[in-house]
């Protein structure tokens, strides 16, 4: 498929008529109808042995982060490969906790809440919204100002794992407790996660644990365990057999994991879970698996602990379940179509190093990043960026700073976090227990980002943050496009400003003809050197007003018409 043709149709009909409901300007019209069935790349996971330069680079940070600084490019271009990838795959995670804003959260403002179930008993005012507020705050802002590492991308990708969902847990301190898990194991073990997932506040409001009683056992979380955080259904073999497991190990699995309750009165402490475990709740009887467990029988317990580890042991030793992860990750690093080759080059021996190495992802993602398949052309430019990934991209890309106060500060991660949402990434709110469907809904997947309603809110943001900024609190978050031309190796030259801008924010090389327009956008009807005289004039004197603005209102207009083209929907 031609992404930037696909794309450039989308966004000329989604500008023309923004209507959600138009038709033909609803780019669902240009979407798949099914998936593409052309062979694509057969390099596997085989060590990548071709040149490691810029391209390579600028991918792999795209992929791993969510946009490349010009700080990170500049910092990988002295790198060997390994030296860059040690870094993207560093573990040592920012230790962060998410500050009151409001002082009537019975904290201090700049002060965390995590610790504290308080609330004014004068005061009508419910400290739980300031909270989810200051939560999606922190956690965008992590997403802006991170280091060139994987970590917060793998975070992302595990609230899209193991979801959990605002408006059902409604406790801001579980939320917490749960991303804060997420962080712990962000680049960790995938079976220890996956039993404090299971263990976790919020995963057991979220997915009715609580209930799940010896008398009334409740299926949800037995269900979506096995169905979408382990194992995966596999193709349907038959009534109630789903290939990996059936409705029998469903119903098993609920009597296994019965006597759970979340437990709000346990205050944030390593290694002690928000919940508790009550016996008179708890089936001490055997459970019973089907023949797709090898009709293992987890024997009844009193401890819970027990019977958890059990069931755990027996999902994660079947070989499907480390496949089910490999191809979920493929598909938030690499690309969507998973086809015969992909199978048995990638995803086959990438959950083989998975299991060899005890679920520990993290040499299966440096098998996956170093490899010749992850650095294959076809697969560089590929992918439509998520909300998250265009929202916190653009100013990571103009280095935009953030105000030191941390209550305007918040606003403008908090304002970031609300465009994403807009554009249907809500973080802390997926849409379902399966996530965002654009990571599993075939044949579309990516392609449900862009709507003829998204699109135009995404063509406003990078306007808005290009040229008129956002304002709050007496701060201006805007890119600094004057000195992002700055610090281009040779600014003054039209051609050479063109080049590299084009190389540092499409994941795409653009055309000649797409490079005459842009100049023709920088300075229209104007020669060439009309520009280098420009920009002397404003280096020999920058606090010119006049001088600035002469080239100022040119940059913005380029970077703006940059930043709306098909090409940076990419990458």
């Known amino acids: 498929m031609d992404r930037r043709t696909v794309l450039g149709g989308m966004l000329d009909a ?95 403002v700049g002060d965390t809440w995590v610790y504290s179930n308080a609330r004014d008993p004068n005061s009508t005012f419910d400290p739980t919204g300031a909270r989810y507020t200051s939560l999606k705050s922190w956690w965008t802002g992590l997403m802006l100002q991170q280091s060139a590492s994987v970590m917060e991308k793998m975070v992302l990708f595990w609230h899209d794992h193991f979801v959990t969902q605002r408006n059902v847990v409604n406790e801001p301190r579980f939320q917490w407790r749960y991303i804060d898990l997420l962080r712990q194991h962000a680049l960790g073990n995938w079976k220890d996660l996956a039993r404090e997932m299971t263990l976790t506040g919020a995963m057991l409001r979220y997915l009715n644990g609580n209930v799940n009683t010896r008398t009334n056992p409740n299926e949800n979380y037995g269900r979506e365990l096995q169905e979408l955080f382990t194992i995966g259904k596999g193709p349907l073999a038959g009534p109630g057999d789903y290939t990996t497991y059936t409705e029998a190990d469903v119903k098993a699995a609920a009597k296994v994991l019965t006597g759970w309750q979340d437990d709000s009165t346990v205050l944030p402490q390593p290694g002690v879970r928000p919940s508790k475990f009550t016996l008179s709740r708890h089936d001490t009887s055997a459970k019973q698996f089907s023949a797709r467990y090898g009709n293992r029988t987890i024997a009844g317990s009193t401890d819970g602990i027990t019977e958890v580890n059990a069931l755990l042991d027996m999902i994660f030793e079947q070989e499907e379940t480390a496949k089910h992860l490999c191809r979920k990750l493929y598909r938030w690093f690499v690309y969507y179509v998973i086809d015969e080759a992909v199978e048995a080059n990638v995803i086959v021996p990438m959950a083989n190093i998975l299991r060899q190495n005890n679920y520990n992802v993290l040499p299966a993602l440096r098998a996956l990043f170093q490899s010749a398949h992850f650095y ?75 709507n003829s309603d998204t699109l135009p809110r995404r063509a406003t943001l990078s306007n808005t943050l290009v040229k008129n900024g956002y304002s709050t609190s007496g701060f201006k978050f805007v890119a600094d496009v004057i000195t992002f031309t700055a610090n281009l190796p040779d600014s003054r030259n039209i051609d050479a400003l063109i080049e590299e801008s084009a190389r540092i924010i499409f994941a795409v090389p653009l055309t000649a003809t797409q490079k005459a327009f842009l100049k023709q956008t920088l300075i229209p009807g104007l020669p060439d050197y009309e520009w280098t005289l420009e920009w002397d004039l404003y280096l020999a004197d920058p606090g010119n007003a006049t001088k600035r603005n002469a080239v100022l209102t040119k940059l913005q207009a380029l970077y703006a018409f940059m930043l709306s083209m098909p090409e940076f929907q990419l990458q």
Request: aromatic content about 10%; overall charge negative.
């Open 14 to 108: 989604a500008l023309a008529d923004p209507s959600p409901h138009a038709n033909p300007s609803d780019p669902l019209a240009f979407a798949n109808t099914e998936l593409p069935n052309t062979p694509r790349a057969l390099s596997g996971l085989e060590p990548y042995t071709g040149l490691w330069g810029r391209e390579q680079i600028f991918h792999l940070l795209r992929r791993t982060t969510f946009g490349p600084s010009p700080v990170d490019l500049q910092a990988f271009q002295t790198m060997s490969m390994t030296a860059a990838l040690d870094m993207i795959l560093s573990t040592s995670a920012v230790d962060s906790k998410p500050l009151a804003t409001d002082s009537r959260e019975m904290v201090a």
């Open 376 to 450: 294959d052309p076809l697969n560089i430019g590929c992918m439509i960026k998520s909300p998250l990934e265009f929202a916190a991209g653009i100013p990571r890309i103009f280095s935009m700073p953030t105000p030191a106060d941390i209550a305007t500060k918040y606003k403008v991660f908090y304002y970031i976090a609300t465009q994403s949402a807009a554009m249907q990434q809500d973080i802390a709110d997926p849409p379902s227990v399966a996530g965002w469907p654009a990571y599993y809904q075939t044949p579309q997947f990516y392609e449900l980002w862009i």
